[in-house]
């Protein structure tokens, strides 16, 4: 993404000054002649409307305007500190016949009353560039969150009730179509249900009655770990800090549910979500190959999505500091203690339970996106052959990715358990913190489609990059 941004004041020389970044901006990001004449179009017709309305008898008020290019959209922003006036587009009714007549070249002309913090002008100009935008989808720089004294006043973050569930399922839908990975998100009754029994909990921001930004917490039953996702705000309100408070909310739920870490799976088609956990405490444990379906699409990045299954990054914020204990195979160790390391965490040996209780290796399929999940519970004269089995049973249901989780405090010889799965194909892909029984797990994963992107993964972080290359050397290894 190429982004650029500049204020002026609204005396006679603004627009010209506005022009001459369009000018620059059109150049950088080599759009048509006829994507830069929409443009200008726009730019020009926001700031003459801000000059007009906003700022009539004024030579010192002042005009932000944010130029942002996705893969086939320029986002216009246009933020001034002028005279209020009513919210209009999309919900909140006509736009003022100025604004109006630029929708012939915008999609999704705005204009959002943010009470002390101004108003803003927002648009969507449809734009490819002639070269290839591959390179710039993946650069951009996230604005810091504000602290909850400089949210506008407009804007209220809040505990999601039943009542928010039609719109948060249509937030995600105007974010990524219907292509989210839980697909449950775009079931109303789903969410009324998870919000009123409270397997669900999620926090939300609205402005005007409108809920423009979500952020979910994901109990399951019996574990100590929770993810965190569904986390989307309307590109309307981005660089508002909305996503940070947002997030500050579902942990401070995570906390009160006396949770011992939460997680989330970042994709790796773009680094926003990583660098969005990052930011708030999380830290990488594990590279997911093909976690993700192809086609899954995100608003800016092309209405096509990825043409193969691409990867998360799972990352984990510990909320119990205590030491974890956990068997490293030989295999491993190293890599381990790196991860455990980069999470903040301590280990200590672990004495293996050896418990017999229930069937030494467990199995779930995810049949909508095509993944298996198996857990070796244990390793005995039988966890071998069940292994075997159970595998053949995954790919018999047509898994493209099966992962294998090792417990690591449970199982007595984790090292004849990692060679097996290696024997089967499994190679590494990290560490899985807090799991079922409150144990951490030995992650491998087993790739059974050639539609699963190996190469363009964009990994942000140093140690996002240095584990990436550590799961395709071990992959290398096992396939040799």
Request: aromatic share 6%.
């Amino acid at each position: 993404m190429t982004r650029v941004k500049v204020t002026v004041l609204s005396d006679a020389s603004a627009r010209s000054l506005v022009r001459a970044l369009v000018a620059a901006f059109v150049a950088e990001t080599d759009l048509s002649a006829d994507d830069a004449r929409r443009l200008e179009m726009v730019v020009d017709g926001f700031v003459g409307f801000t000059l007009d309305q906003a700022y009539p008898d004024d030579d010192l008020g002042e005009i932000q305007v944010k130029l942002e290019a996705d893969a086939d959209v320029v986002h216009v922003t246009v933020h001034d500190w002028g005279l209020p006036m009513l919210s209009a587009g999309g919900i909140f009714g006509p736009l003022p016949d100025a604004l109006a007549a630029l929708e012939q070249d915008a999609e999704g002309v705005q204009l959002l009353n943010l009470g002390s913090a101004g108003k803003r002008l927002v648009a969507d100009v449809p734009a490819r560039s002639s070269g290839d935008d591959h390179s710039r989808r993946h650069h951009v720089e996230e604005a810091a969150p504000l602290s909850r004294t400089e949210l506008p006043d407009a804007i209220e973050v809040r505990a999601a009730t039943a009542d928010d569930a039609e719109a948060i399922a249509q937030l995600l839908y105007e974010n990524y179509h219907l292509s989210y990975v839980h697909s449950d998100f775009y079931l109303p009754r789903f969410l009324i249900a998870g919000l009123t029994t409270g397997e669900l909990v999620s926090a939300v921001a609205v402005h005007d009655g409108r809920v423009v930004g979500h952020h979910a917490l994901m109990p399951r039953p019996g574990l100590p770990s929770a993810e965190t996702g569904a986390a989307v705000v309307h590109s309307a309100y981005r660089g508002l800090g909305l996503f940070g408070l947002l997030f500050e909310h579902t942990l401070g739920a995570a906390v009160g549910n006396g949770l011992s870490s939460v997680f989330g799976d970042a994709v790796t088609i773009h680094p926003f979500s990583q660098r969005a956990e990052l930011s708030h405490g999380y830290h990488e444990t594990a590279l997911q190959f093909g976690m993700v379906p192809a086609q899954t699409t995100m608003r800016g990045f092309g209405s096509g999505g990825p043409q193969r299954r691409t990867a998360t990054l799972r990352s984990y914020r510990p909320l119990d500091g205590r030491s974890r204990h956990a068997a490293r195979p030989e295999a491993y160790r190293e890599l381990l203690e790196r991860i455990y390391a980069n999470v903040g965490l301590t280990t200590e040996p672990a004495a293996a339970q050896g418990s017999t209780d229930g069937d030494p290796v467990t199995t779930e399929l995810d049949q909508a996106r095509a993944l298996g999940f198996l857990r070796l519970r244990r390793w005995d004269e039988s966890a071998g052959a069940a292994l075997k089995q159970q595998v053949r049973h995954l790919l018999s249901r047509h898994a493209d990715v099966v992962y294998a989780d090792i417990d690591l405090a449970n199982v007595d010889d984790v090292d004849e358990a990692t060679a097996a799965a290696n024997e089967l194909g499994f190679f590494f892909s990290g560490l899985m913190l807090h799991g079922p029984d409150g144990h951490d797990h030995l992650r491998l994963q087993l790739l059974d489609s050639t539609a699963i992107e190996l190469e363009d993964i964009v990994c942000d972080s140093e140690f996002a990059q240095a584990l990436k290359a550590d799961v395709l050397a071990d992959k290398a290894r096992v396939d040799g």
